[in-house]
């Protein structure tokens, strides 16, 4: 554990600490108070005197063992005064130490994932980086103390206060870059606060970054409120930035993966249509190649990119800046899918780690359907043959059959679901209301006004919302309907389909519950022989338990996670690349945060599995350079929490030593013989 | 807390002096009297210059001896004076001499004392003694005698022993030497002590059975221990308080510290015995989980009781 943690464990467990503090002094108090003796009469005092005799005889050593219990006593007690009396009077009373009148220097280096860009002189900018800060100490004043922070998403200590150059030195050696973004915020809040009661303090930004409009000033948060001095010391191409000019044009090659996006076929879910964003960062066309790879087992770079994983290679033009590619018959029957996208000539991409997108395919769980069938000569125990049809090429169904006249709605509420197992309801000409709670897909031509519709002749059936998740792939060019229902949308509909001019046949309902409803009779079309019909029954049932997205929302890289999932178990977090380690766990959702770019795996002792793709953060990206001197200005000035905190090692340290002596005290208690 | 006072039934302790008691008393006397040889006179042997027929011993001569006890022909043979001595038949006293000190009453509450065995020991003792036509006394101490018992005779005198066992008031600190050399101001008639007590007494034991023994007395001691005080479950600092004296003294009680407070027991125990057999005297050392009529056979087998 490193200088960092300690530091951030001590912080943010600030008020746990001090209940602790509250609880274990009061234990010690009561130790410290509790009854010494005890009367026990004996019947004859001589036998114990005899006993005794030899111990008599160490008069003075007795008195001296006597004598340095109280010692120990009297410093228990002022330890723990110590302790309850620093966050009360913080360095005024005992935290305020004579500081040698030399200067003291936060260095913040940048490992965030652009730092990885191979377009510095010395190799990656990091490289160039480490190069610059250790001509930098060696160019300082030797008696200058040096904190460094290695910042990305959180900002770690690598070498506390010191001026040993060569320990410095070793520190610059361990900076290593992540696939984390940068939060520069965290990182000069952690600077200024280390900074408090420091002479001359000065912050030292060592990043890819854009230039800031020097001077900045930063209040720290000291009783001097001297002023904190930063200087930037760029690398990359915010080299030959300066301030005031524009910022220069980036001439890098580099093809990058953005959203990554998968839709798996309702009737097929083994393939799908892949979407990739591809951003290509120099000035001209790239003939690129998708690299695609499928694993139930890969969890990074690498191990996507193990020849077993690699599923197809897409050839693909990528035009300057952002562009996407349409990959059609995709197989998808991996549980998790990568894309790398290069150049297909081999050209140089400073940015290897941008190049590789990762997703988890959402699992599509069986669903219990109820089938209501209420139309005239259709059989209620075997349902619409039409509807029924459709639920069998959807696949991962089980349907039930009633009858109208047996239906009871309570019977299907949703929080009985556990015991019925219905997910969703669908009411086929059958009038009737849906179970509170569930789902329901309603085909009903009955209700004004309905009207007779045939395609090409009369009145066209149109989908007017292609991109709602019920309609995707569907078309309704050349089918006929006998009849249709006009449904009067109501506020929050979204309206499906309209038969033009008149009015509204397929709306999608979303108040707290959802609810497809078609104003059709399967007994009254064709589009239930057609291929369209399937579609439009599995892409319902996905909508309506809100299975439509095939892939797991992904998390950010470096920012902290909060994953449901039910943690009735114990859970091991396995980072990419990386030894399993316990999950943390709050209420029902799985916690982590990471900078590494992958597939995050959560595991439990039941064998239960939830894994997540990452993505990297926007703001990283080689080419672009951002002025960071606006985020410093904004800091709050002088923040009061900010005593405390650095207050609380301390007296954590006064209450430690408490702790101790007091062990030592309890442990030899029974040997300091006090006769 | 202080125990309940004892119940009495015309002036005998009920609690201690029950009818089992007496039934088992009873068969320890018969017991008593197949061990030992019977007769309508006092049998047991005092070894004492008298007039009985059965040679004992020689001593020296000195002057104002009666020159009849002269034995003329050792000196004829040595040219020395000697006198014969000769063991004499008499009715021998019995005085059971019971610790009451405040250390005698020590026991948790409901249990036995050390002085409730003492007192039943004793009177199982006296009854032994009545039926063999001793004279028997009781003299409890602590620091000195209360009220001295004169002897008794006969086993009619049973209950009279019974009753003033019965009223031996506990209580007061022990001075075994102090409280002998009180009772022997009242010239008793020279016989066997059977001095019961714990003997913790800070002066020791061998200057008052020295003294029992120049004064005549055949001393027989009986420590009685009760070791379940020695299981302390206690630790950490304590005041110790001595019951009798009430000194106080503050000790760290430790597993060592108790380990060797047992030793120091059993050492007591050992500079008992060692007191005892410097004068001759048989000693007994009794746990108070003995039961009494146990007591009184080991009292048996170790001699010197009936004759």
């Known amino acids: 554990m490193n200088a960092l943690h300690v530091h951030e464990l001590l912080t943010n467990s600030a008020d746990l600490l001090r209940v602790s503090a509250a609880v274990l002094a009061a234990i010690v108090l009561l130790y410290l108070l509790r009854p010494r003796q005890r009367r026990v009469e004996v019947p004859f005092g001589g036998l114990w005197q005899r006993v005794l005799a030899e111990s008599e005889s160490r008069v003075v050593g007795r008195n001296l063992r006597r004598l340095l219990s109280f010692l120990l006593m009297l410093l228990i007690a002022g330890l723990l005064i110590a302790t309850l009396a620093e966050p009360l009077f913080g360095h005024v009373t005992f935290g305020q130490r004579p500081e040698p009148a030399r200067p003291h220097t936060v260095v913040i280096v940048d490992v965030s994932a652009s730092m990885q860009t191979e377009d510095g002189q010395n190799g990656t900018r990091l490289a160039e980086a480490q190069a610059a800060l250790r001509a930098w100490l060696l160019a300082g004043p030797p008696q200058e103390d040096v904190l460094l922070l290695a910042a990305s998403g959180h900002a770690e200590v690598l070498a506390g206060w010191g001026s040993d150059r060569a320990a410095l030195n070793d520190a610059v050696d361990r900076l290593h870059a992540t696939d984390g973004g940068l939060d520069l915020r965290r990182a000069v809040d952690t600077a200024q606060q280390a900074l408090a009661h420091r002479l001359s303090p000065r912050i030292v930004l060592v990043s890819d970054a854009g230039p800031a409009e020097l001077p900045l000033d930063v209040t720290p948060p000291s009783a001097a409120q001297e002023q904190v001095a930063i200087e930037h010391l760029r690398v990359g191409p915010a080299r030959a930035w300066q301030p005031g000019q524009p910022a220069p044009e980036p001439t890098l090659t580099n093809l990058a993966v953005g959203e990554l996006r998968v839709r798996a076929d309702p009737l097929d879910p083994g393939r799908g249509t892949l979407s990739v964003q591809i951003r290509n960062d120099s000035k001209a066309p790239v003939a690129a190649q998708l690299l695609l790879a499928g694993s139930d087992t890969a969890f990074d770079a690498a191990t996507f990119g193990a020849t077993d994983a690699l599923r197809r290679i897409v050839d693909v033009d990528a035009p300057p800046g952002l562009s996407t590619q349409v990959v059609p018959g995709v197989d998808l029957t991996a549980a998790r899918f990568a894309v790398q996208v290069r150049g ?184 239930g022989a057609r291929y369209a019909m399937p579609l439009l029954v599995s892409n319902a049932l996905l909508w309506l338990v809100g299975q439509e997205e095939s892939l797991v929302p992904p998390l950010l890289v470096g920012r902290p996670w909060a994953v449901d999932a039910p943690v009735d178990a114990t859970w091991q977090y396995v980072e990419p690349g990386q030894k399993p380690r316990p999950a943390r766990t709050s209420g029902r959702q799985l916690l982590g945060q990471s900078e590494r770019h992958g597939v995050h795996v959560w ?73 | 807390m202080s125990a309940p006072a004892p119940s009495h ?44 027929i059965e040679f004992a011993d020689h001593r020296g001569y000195t002057p104002g001896d009666d020159l009849r006890n002269v034995d003329w022909k050792l000196f004829a043979r040595t040219e020395r004076l000697n006198l014969r001595l000769y063991e004499e038949e008499e009715d021998l006293s019995v005085y059971f001499l019971i610790d009451r000190s405040t250390s005698m009453t020590m026991a948790p509450d409901g249990e036995k004392t050390l002085l409730d065995r003492a007192l039943q020991v004793a009177a199982a003792l006296s009854y032994i003694a009545l039926s063999n036509l001793d004279r028997v006394a009781v003299v409890p101490f602590a620091d000195k005698i209360a009220a001295p018992m004169r002897p008794v005779r006969g086993r009619a005198q049973f209950f009279k022993i019974l009753r003033v066992l019965s009223d ?82 503050e000790i760290v009680l430790t597993p060592q510290l108790l380990a060797r407070y047992r030793a120091a027991f059993e050492m007591l125990g050992h500079d008992v015995q060692r007191a005892a057999s410097e004068v001759g005297a048989r000693c007994l050392q009794i746990d108070l989980s003995v039961p009494f009529d146990d007591v009184v056979m080991r009292v048996f087998r170790a001699g010197g009781f009936l004759g």
């Open chain 2, 168 to 249: 031996v008031p506990p209580g007061g600190r022990t001075d075994i030497q102090a409280a002998f050399n009180g009772w022997l101001r009242t010239q008793p008639r020279p016989g066997l002590a059977v001095v019961i007590s714990d003997f913790f007494d800070s002066k020791g034991l061998g200057d008052a059975l020295r003294l029992l023994t120049y004064r005549g007395f055949e001393p027989m001691v009986l420590q009685l221990v009760d070791r379940t005080l020695l299981d302390a479950d206690v630790q950490g600092d304590l005041a110790i308080v001595d019951c009798e004296t009430g000194e106080t003294r």
């Open chain 1, 603 to 675: 595991q439990s002792d039941g064998d239960r599995l939830v894994a997540r793709a990452t993505v990297l953060a926007p703001t990283e990206n080689p080419t672009l350079l951002r002025p960071w001197g606006q985020t410093v200005r904004t800091l709050p000035a002088a923040p009061q929490v900010a005593r405390e905190r650095l207050g609380l090692p301390r007296w954590s340290l006064w209450l430690l030593a408490a702790m101790v002596i007091l062990s030592v005290e309890w442990v030899t208690y029974l040997r300091r013989r006090t006769v």
């Open chain 1, 344 to 527: 297909k000539a081999g050209q140089h991409d400073v940015a290897p780690w941008d190049d590789w997108g990762f997703a988890v395919l959402a699992e599509r769980r069986e669903l219990g359907v109820l089938v209501v069938s209420g139309a005239p000569g259709v059989d209620p125990s075997a349902g619409n043959l039409y509807l029924a049809a459709a639920l069998f090429a959807h696949g991962k169904v089980k349907v039930q059959h009633v009858a109208a006249a047996d239906y009871r709605p309570e019977t299907f509420a949703a929080r009985d679901r556990a015991r019925h197992g219905i997910d969703v309801v669908v009411l086929d000409q059958a009038g009737f209301a849906l179970p509170e709670g569930t789902p329901g897909l309603i085909l009903s031509l009955a209700g004004a006004p309905t009207e007779t519709l045939r395609l090409a002749e009369g009145p066209e059936l149109a989908v007017r919302n292609e991109d709602h998740p019920a309609m995707r792939g569907i078309s309704f060019a050349d089918t006929n309907f006998d009849k249709v229902r006009l449904i009067p949308p109501r506020p929050g509909d979204t309206v499906l389909a309209v038969a033009k001019p008149r009015g509204v046949v397929m709306v999608a309902r979303q108040d707290g519950v959802r609810t497809i409803e078609w104003g059709i009779d399967l007994l009254e079309t064709d589009l």
């Open chain 2, 9 to 52: 039934h015309e002036g005998i302790r009920d609690d201690l002096f029950d009818p089992a008691f007496l039934g088992r008393v009873e068969q320890l006397a018969l017991l008593a009297r197949r061990m030992a040889s019977s007769g309508t006179r006092a049998n047991r042997r005092s070894r004492i210059v008298g007039s009985g």
